[in-house]
């Protein structure tokens, strides 16, 4: 059983590797959008829409954290993060479309474009680097 600073350590660790994923998505979310929408002739974007994009990368990233430490196959819990990131993502659009801002017509497919771009190469690595670690470890014994 852990003692007090390492439960406040392994916390500490979760809090660190979140806001680096929430950086590394927000501002690879940020770009990808703002390219789309440069292709769509869009030039100009708006305060609201960085601010929903923030709560989709804060969705994004906590599902990750959360699914992250089910102790489950790797390639489920990727696959399990990411439909349940996708879902959630979708969900709180469609509900924020109904209540709050019209949708572009191209809403929904931004969204999975922006999410999967990089969840899955990112999730894809995680599972492979967790793969070898486990082998050398297995190796080493």
């Given at each position: 059983?852990?003692?007090?600073?390492?439960?406040?350590?392994?916390?500490w660790n979760i809090v660190k590797i979140g806001v680096c994923l929430y950086g590394i998505f927000f501002t690879?979310?940020?770009?990808?959008?703002?390219?789309?929408?440069?292709?769509?002739?869009?030039?100009?974007?708006?305060?609201?829409?960085?601010?929903?994009?923030?709560?989709?990368?804060?969705?994004?990233?906590?599902?990750?954290?959360?699914?992250?430490?089910?102790?489950?196959?790797?390639?489920?819990?990727?696959?399990?993060?990411?439909?349940?990131?996708?879902?959630?993502?979708?969900?709180?659009?469609?509900?924020?479309?109904?209540?709050?801002?019209?949708?572009?017509?191209?809403?929904?497919?931004?969204?999975?474009?922006?999410?999967?771009?990089?969840?899955?190469?990112?999730?894809?690595?995680?599972?492979?680097?967790?793969?070898?670690?486990?082998?050398?470890?297995?190796?080493?014994?």
């Amino acid at each position: 059983m852990l003692n007090k600073a390492e439960r406040r350590k392994g916390i500490w660790n979760i809090v660190k590797i979140g806001v680096c994923l929430y950086g590394i998505f927000f501002t690879a979310a940020t770009i990808v959008n703002s390219i789309l929408a440069l292709m769509q002739g869009h030039m100009y974007g708006t305060h609201e829409h960085v601010i929903l994009r923030a709560v989709i990368v804060f969705i994004v990233v906590l599902t990750v954290i959360i699914v992250g430490a089910l102790k489950i196959n790797i390639w489920l819990r990727c696959l399990l993060a990411y439909v349940v990131a996708i879902a959630l993502v979708l969900g709180y659009t469609w509900l924020n479309g109904r209540l709050f801002t019209e949708l572009h017509p191209y809403a929904y497919r931004d969204i999975v474009i922006s999410v999967s771009v990089f969840f899955v190469p990112i999730a894809v690595g995680y599972a492979i680097g967790d793969i070898l670690r486990r082998r050398k470890k297995n190796g080493a014994k």
